[in-house]
């Protein structure tokens, strides 16, 4: 059986006696490996399709780990949950190849859980805390040594470059029927090279991005809620914190579904957004640079905006990358980004005034 003969490449505390698939991932298949000693661990193999170099990718995972957790180990705190831990082979690899195959084996993390849907604004702000902290243990990373594993991946010009070329080929013969989308991008191409022009001139730093921030991929305490650790580290890559606070916002703080077709049930909640912001800024406001903390509100439009146009782009050219599962699944999807970008545009002032009050 193929799960022995992975495990089998691994020093466990005890046999296995027990692999079972695990979580409500989307990206990796997860399961969750018991041992007669009950220790646990987490199996996961990574998905070849979305990440092709995995080898980069596992080298990213545990520089970034193991930096997080010397750090918290030398202020003297508890590092065992601080960051997710590889279990290294017998060959003392990151990761386990098989003939078409890539695994990984992290320890399991304790006491620990993540949430499909958030339950309190609480939980929120512990969210933003955890997103924070991820930062706060990195803001003096090595860069350089993180490899960059899906370029451009936050690149918002090239992003657009790439709609114009979809949407002037046209070749589904749908652009008719999108004006308005088409036009709403049109309108905003002036902001969303805000970021990368930033990151480009230097005003603000390349730091550690985890390019992922959704709440499931967030650990809270099982019994308090508190912030743990961030996890599913595949997309870490130098950016800019811009990307995940927008994208936390994106997807955390809006009150519908990212496909929803009643657009008026698409806002952005402006109590998570200032919860997630507090736990954020409570962890990074005293590193963060000026220009970072003043683009706060814009990266949540340029994001969102990027997304929706991600969205579209993939409409016009025949639903190619996002799975659909209805007739203009992604056209739905793009108009909740741009519902989303409007709703954050309306109440910019509030917004800005909550990060002031908050720093
Ligand atoms: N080290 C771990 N300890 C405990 N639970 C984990 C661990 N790693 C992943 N999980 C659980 O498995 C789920 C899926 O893992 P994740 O790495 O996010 O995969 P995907 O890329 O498919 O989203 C997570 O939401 C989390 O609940
Ligand atoms: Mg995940």
């Known amino acids: 059986m193929q799960m022995h003969k992975i495990l089998s490449n691994y020093i466990l505390d005890g046999e296995a006696i027990s692999v079972n698939e695990y979580g409500n991932g989307h990206i990796n298949k997860t399961f969750l490996v018991t041992t007669s000693n009950n220790a646990k661990y987490i199996l996961q193999q990574i998905n070849g399709n979305v990440f092709k170099n ?3 990718v596992m080298r990213n995972i545990e520089l970034v780990t193991d930096y997080i957790r010397t750090k918290v180990a030398l202020s003297n705190q508890d590092s065992s949950r601080a960051a997710l831990e590889i279990v290294p082979t017998i060959n003392f690899s990151n990761y386990f190849k098989t003939k078409d195959s890539y695994w990984r084996c992290y320890k399991f993390i304790n006491g620990a859980k993540t949430y499909e849907q958030i339950e309190n604004p609480r939980q929120f702000y512990q969210v933003g805390k955890a997103v924070g902290r991820f930062q706060r243990h990195l803001k003096d990373f090595p860069i350089e040594k993180l490899a960059i594993t899906i370029p451009d991946f936050h690149n918002t010009p090239v992003r657009f470059q790439k709609f114009l070329e979809v949407a002037s080929e046209d070749r589904y013969n749908r652009g008719l029927g999108v004006f308005n989308e088409v036009k709403f991008i049109w309108d905003r191409r002036h902001i969303m090279g805000i970021i990368m022009e930033l990151l480009e001139s230097g005003e603000i730093p390349y730091r550690v991005t985890h390019n992922d921030t959704k709440l499931n991929n967030v650990m809270l305490d099982e019994e308090t809620d508190e912030a743990i650790c961030v996890i599913d580290l595949d997309t870490v890559m130098p950016g800019s914190v811009l990307f995940d606070f927008g994208d936390a916002i994106r997807v955390g703080a809006s009150t519908a579904a990212e496909d929803e077709q009643d657009l008026s049930k698409v806002k952005l909640d402006i109590e998570l957004f200032t919860e997630f912001s507090r736990g954020f800024l409570e962890e990074t406001k005293d590193f963060l640079v000026p220009k970072e903390i003043e683009n706060l ?63």
């Open 54 to 56: 995995p080898e980069d």
């Open 297 to 359: 509100v814009n990266s949540t439009i340029i994001i969102t905006l990027e997304c929706g146009m991600r969205f579209l782009t993939d409409y016009l050219d025949g639903d190619k990358y996002f799975r659909i599962h209805r007739e203009n699944h992604n056209l739905d999807r793009a108009r909740t980004q741009f519902k989303l970008v409007s709703e954050i545009e309306k109440h910019k002032d509030l917004l800005e005034q909550i990060i002031k009050s908050l720093l």
